[in-house]
């Protein structure tokens, strides 16, 4: 093989010519780290989907006509709500709303909500409902009876028993100065209905237009939490939720665990180093390494417009800790070959020699677990697997290149401690060797106790269940859960699910007709009772459309409904001329579309999934011969999230499978043995997935990575100690036995090390503020252990079965393929 011989030489020519290397090197992380100033934050729902996704279009193509769906909702709850000072102080959390929160595009509540009653003209007033408030003294009663039984504010302004009031804040649905200026026309003219315009497509939507920045939407969050915050403090009653301040508190999460995660796996990784080869060198070199690496990563994220989110926020802990893996072993076997008195150019270039070819192929392997995650139809998961591949594979690069290149800049000595001892901690080392030797002498005894391991798992695994809670990722007394379950306790109304019936001509929503169907259907989706979602109200034109027909014709709202098609128009048209506000909300500029939401409690999106298509499928039934049904909205996206969640982990995890098992057949030139090798990696993400279930940790956008991750790790420990035992076994005439003890002794030291570096670096994530980061952090940190333990005892379980039953045939031809790749395993 070309690539074994290779490696030795880069590894010479990068000692004999060490300034050029590393100026190669520098050259090629600068020109990747240019793109770090571009790396950008986003914890929205519409990061989950790749550009062109159908429903990030079909949200996005909402949020051109409507606005945004996501909102904040701040709630005031009042023992008084008909007083003159009530209104007043709520006036006053308005305006201040109103005035001080950047990229606002709106706030709705009883201070500036349409109010419409009939005149002494017969004809129809249209003001605002905070003008009913007397500027001394109450509210008539009268009136708040009628404002809190109206459809057009019970339980979306006020809850139905007056103690809570709701201030609906909107951001823009795109920056100010790039919006289209036909969109700014006033809403009735007849002028720019349609410009071609839309987003720009490298912000995630159509040409021309540009959504608001992640950013943007937190300093709007942001300026929201502020005026809460010190009304709060003066004594009102208020609570916050909504999908803004979530995506704030993920990109506070965000800041916070990649600086935290990172110093504690950058001081962990030098802990490890200093503890294994006890000079300084040997730490510096593979931590800037490894920095360098990083670097470039994060560069090329910027220059690929992918920003950090919720997955990729672990990436920067993952890439120090996986990526030092490779400078453990080659270090490791360079000081091996100096403590032998050869120079230093030898010893390098012998370490690659050794083990180059299995490094490699290790990280070949950890690269295909993570591009596993590529063929998931989320965004971040795919984003994460393609960029940890990448950085893995560019890291051993540049341990390849650097680290030959370093220890001929700064040489070193073999101290007199090194001489001494061969192995790290003799007494711990040899119970490695007693337990893999237990593997070899009783096979039988030791794969017996494995499969009462799995027998006895089935349960737990059959209880993981799939998740996409968000807020439940946060601690119990996070305030956004707290506010947000309190909201809905008594107003179901922070999320929102949105259908768009489309009748395709103008005025074909301004029918008795189509209004009926509104109407069933409104009142068919408030009594929607799925398990675990809380329906709140539906609302639309119809119910704007009621009133007005109730306070000019002086029947019951219920009733107000006209079966006469001029009638509606005319009646529309009062509403328009009054300087009606909400319309623009609620239909289209030629009245051809009618926007129908749907307010719900939050909950978890595996409970949307049903709920979104009982909706669909009824909307479907009423309106499917008068219009096409689009629906979207938070709702939507989480509930496709949690769809894909569930097809992304089967794919992946598929993927990744077949695709390691590949590379270790190729390394190994035998099907048997490249599958073998995989069962202990199998079986302990089996018993992951178990423990998950028996300790009720969910499957969710975090912890969906475990098994890739696991395996792509795992995998490495498994590809060393095989080589050794091979090696041992056809090369120097070992019995299995004395094989798997030597390869220990040898061999799992290092291992060891680098197990105790990646399981102490994941369990650092239980100082994450993200509970489910926490969760998985620690959940991956026993699974790493529990494969070093496998790798121990059932690979010399396996490998003793396997030595039994393996034809003569088969030997002569593995050792045949053995010889081809002597320089590649060792000497």
Not at 288 to 309: E, H, K, Q, R, Y
Not at 784 to 802: R, Y
Request: proline share 4%; charged share 20%.
């Amino acid at each position: 093989m070309r690539v074994k011989n290779g490696l030795p030489r880069i590894a010479g020519w990068t000692f004999d010519h060490p300034l050029l290397s590393l100026l190669m090197i520098l050259g090629m992380t600068l020109a990747l780290g240019a793109g770090l100033p571009k790396l950008e934050m986003d914890s929205s729902n519409e990061s989950l989907f790749q550009r062109g996704d159908p429903t990030l279009l079909d949200y996005q193509a909402f949020q051109r006509e409507f606005g945004r769906n996501d909102v904040v909702v701040v709630a005031v709850t009042t023992d008084d709500p008909l007083s003159a000072d009530f209104m007043h102080s709520l006036t006053q959390l308005h305006r201040e709303l109103e005035d001080r929160v950047p990229w606002l595009d709106d706030v709705t509540s009883l201070v500036n909500a349409d109010w419409m009653a009939s005149n002494e003209d017969g004809g129809l007033t249209v003001g605002e409902v905070g003008e009913l408030w007397p500027a001394e003294g109450s509210l008539d009663p009268a009136h708040w009876e009628d404002i809190v039984t109206s459809s057009l504010y019970r339980d979306t302004l006020v809850s139905s028993d007056g103690s809570m009031v709701l201030l609906v804040v909107r951001a823009m649905a795109q920056s100010a100065g790039e919006a289209d200026p036909a969109a700014q026309q006033d809403f009735f003219s007849a002028v720019g209905v349609e410009s071609g315009g839309g987003f720009d497509e490298t912000q995630g939507s159509g040409a021309g237009q540009q959504r608001l920045s992640s950013a943007q939407l937190n300093d709007f969050a942001g300026a929201v939490e502020q005026i809460v915050a010190e009304y709060q403090a003066d004594g009102m009653q208020l609570r916050a939720a909504g999908g803004p301040l979530l995506d704030k508190l993920h990109h506070d999460a965000i800041h916070h665990d990649v600086a935290i995660l990172m110093s504690a796996a950058f001081l962990l990784i030098v802990i490890a180093l200093y503890v294994l080869f006890r000079r300084v060198s040997a730490v510096v070199i593979p931590v800037v390494v490894i920095a360098l690496g990083m670097a470039s990563t994060f560069g090329l994220m910027g220059w690929a417009n992918s920003p950090f989110t919720p997955v990729t926020q672990a990436l920067p802990a993952l890439l120090l800790m996986s990526g030092v893996l490779a400078s453990v072993h080659l270090f490791g076997l360079f000081y091996v070959e100096r403590r032998q008195d050869r120079d230093a150019r030898t010893a390098i270039v012998n370490a690659v020699a050794h083990s180059g070819m299995a490094i490699l192929f290790t990280s070949l392997t950890t690269a295909a677990g993570f591009l596993a995650f590529t063929v998931a139809r989320m965004k971040p998961i795919a984003d994460f697997g393609w960029l940890a591949a990448f950085g893995i594979l560019l890291i051993f690069v540049y341990t390849l290149v650097l680290l030959p290149a370093f220890i001929r800049i700064i040489p070193g000595r073999v101290s007199a401690s090194d001489r001494e001892t061969h192995t790290l901690w003799p007494a711990l080392t040899e119970k490695m060797m007693q337990l893999s030797g237990f593997g070899v002498r009783h096979p039988v005894k030791v794969l017996s106790m494995v499969a009462v391991l799995i027998v006895a798992a089935m349960p737990g695994v059959m209880k993981t269940e799939f998740s996409y809670d968000v807020l439940n990722w946060f601690p119990a007394d996070t305030p956004i859960r707290v506010d947000t379950l309190a909201i809905d306790e008594k107003i179901q109304a922070t999320v929102p699910l949105e259908v768009i019936v489309d009748t395709g001509r103008e005025n074909g929503i301004l029918t008795p007709e189509f209004m009926t169907a509104l109407r069933t259907f409104q009142d068919r989706a408030e009594t929607m009772d799925p398990e675990a979602v809380k329906v709140g109200r539906a609302s639309s034109i119809v119910d704007v459309l009621q009133r007005i027909h109730s306070q000019l014709a002086g029947v019951p709202v219920e009733q107000g409904i006209s079966d006469n098609e001029n009638l509606i128009h005319q009646e529309i048209l009062l509403y328009e001329s009054g300087g009606a506000r909400e319309i623009t909300r609620l239909v289209d500029r030629d009245y051809s579309k009618a926007r129908i939401t749907l307010r719900l409690a939050y909950a978890d999106g595996r409970d949307m999934v049903p709920l979104r298509q009982t909706v669909e499928d009824s909307a479907q039934e009423l309106f499917g011969n008068l219009g096409e049904v689009t629906v979207t909205g938070t709702v939507d996206l989480v509930a496709t999230g949690t769809v894909d969640l569930i097809t992304s982990m089967t794919e992946s995890y598929l993927f990744a499978a077949i695709s390691i098992s590949l590379m270790l057949i190729i390394l190994w030139r035998s099907v048997r043995l490249g599958v073998l090798a995989m069962i202990p990696n199998f079986i302990v993400i089996y018993l992951a997935l178990a423990a998950m279930g028996y300790t009720g940790m969910d499957i969710n956008l975090i912890t969906v990575l475990l098994g890739g991750i696991a395996l792509g790790l795992a995998v490495d420990d498994t590809v060393h100690l095989i080589n050794g035992m091979q090696y041992k076994i056809r090369h120097a005439g070992h019995s299995l036995d004395t094989a798997v003890r030597e390869t220990v002794r040898v061999i799992a030291p290092l291992l060891l090390i680098t197990t105790l570096v990646l399981a102490g670096g994941f369990s650092m994530f239980s100082l994450s503020m993200m509970s489910a980061l926490q969760s998985f952090g620690i959940l991956l940190a026993l699974t790493i252990l529990l494969t070093f333990l496998f790798d121990l005892v059932v690979i010399p379980a396996i490998m003793s079965i396997f030595d039994r039953t393996q034809p003569a045939a088969d030997q002569n031809e593995s050792q045949s393929a053995d010889d081809n790749r002597r320089q590649a395993i060792g000497k």
